[in-house]
């Protein structure tokens, strides 16, 4: 049986953009929190999240923000990525768990309720989206496929679809089918014809391609002892990126390979070996704890970005095979086990060649990285091991590596995502 992925990391991973003004509109309340200077943001910046709020931050350490939506009962709120117009962008808020602690999580997640909004960086409004003629109780977003149109998962009685609605929510269409299994880790092509996306089925982890109303599918990868997850397509729309679990070997989803697959399903590649790719990461203690897949991810000029596991290596989190998974973690905390740690390295899908970008005695754990659109810096997340995370930035050759912030009180920051530029 397929142990199931961190689903708190497909909202993480969301690739959302879409357009639209809807009605309800709110003021965010916005926290400005004084950077190294008073200048203003820098062209360059990005979404972090830390002790479940948002805030965006300049790759110079100016302009830090955290926002504090004022809308009642929503108890998290997480980003995706912006609108064409760059300013706006969508949030996922979930409202409370209902059922208090000490259910399955497959149990109560996908019970909770949850909205969409669109948020405006220049006016700090919030509107709320896909509100008409609502399927369920769980929405989250999966990907805008036009200014009119986007997808989203959609959960009734624990059984999760897509559909593809119009921003408000009316009208909605089946892009999959109830029942083929749990479809996430949706991303749209350069030319924004195609869909890729992988679906949790009963026969394994899938890799496919659509059109982008859900018709004329392509299998990219698919094999019942391998868990294929996540994808993202390369600058020229020719290869989808995604990472290759062996699930059963490994239920913890510790380390993965990096492939890559042609969109029309004529060719796949493994271009690691060994799992030597960190994709569960796990991170803090007992007091402060975080997880989620750790992507890898596509530079500007088609090369690949990952977090390379040192020989040997072991997190301080163990997983706990037999337990009943409550937490959607289940995890103990075994820092006296632990050891290693990962660099980030530059891969060239063409010839193989791996390039490390950070190297560090002794060892931390380096993840969660992308380069910037302009393609000058990366930005990436650094852990010791037991410790919580800190959002680190470099040059794109990785040079040059400083911390930024450690978040809310030095208690972590993760999850860091670019805004576009100009």
Known sequence: MLHPVHRR????????????????VFSTGCRTVPGPTNRAPAPRRFFFTSQGKT?????????????????????????????????????????????????????????TPTHLWIYDLEQDTLQEIANKERLAVFYTPALRVSDSRILVQVVRNKVGQIFSMNLDGTDAREFTRAGEGLPYGLSLSPDGQRVAFHLASPQGYQVWTS??????????????DHLYFGTS????????????CHFRNDPGHEGADICIGR???????????????????????????????????WTQDGQILYSRK????????????NRPD?????RDFKPELAHGGTEICRLNPHNGAVIPLTRNDPSVWDFRM??????KEIVFCRADTGDVPSIWIMDRNGRNPRRLTRGLGGKGADHPRWLPIG
């Open 9 to 24: 990391d497909f909202l993480q991973c969301v690739t959302l953009t879409a357009g639209a003004a809807m009605t309800g």
């Open 55 to 111: 805030a965006i931050l300049g790759s110079d350490g100016a302009g830090l923000r955290y926002f504090n939506f004022a809308v009642a009962g929503q108890a998290t709120w997480q980003p995706g990525p912006f609108l064409s117009d760059g300013h706006r962008v969508i949030f996922l808020s979930m409202e409370p768990r209902r059922d208090g602690p000490g259910r399955p999580f497959e149990e109560f997640y996908t019970q």
């Open 233 to 244: 397509w390369s600058p020229d729309g020719q290869w989808i990126l995604y990472q290759d």
């Open 263 to 297: 969109a029309d399903g004529s060719e796949h590649r493994v271009l690691t070996e060994g799992q030597s790719h960190w994709f569960a990461a796990t991170y803090g203690n007992p007091q402060n704890r975080g997880s989620g897949s750790n992507m890898a991810a």
């Open 370 to 375: 992308s380069e910037s659109p302009d393609g």
């Open 310 to 321: 040192l020989p040997g290596s072991k997190v301080a989190w163990e997983y706990q095979v």
């Open 326 to 330: 409550t937490d959607h973690f289940n």
């Open 211 to 224: 059109d982008a109303d859900g018709s004329q599918r392509i299998k990219v990868a698919a094999h019942p």
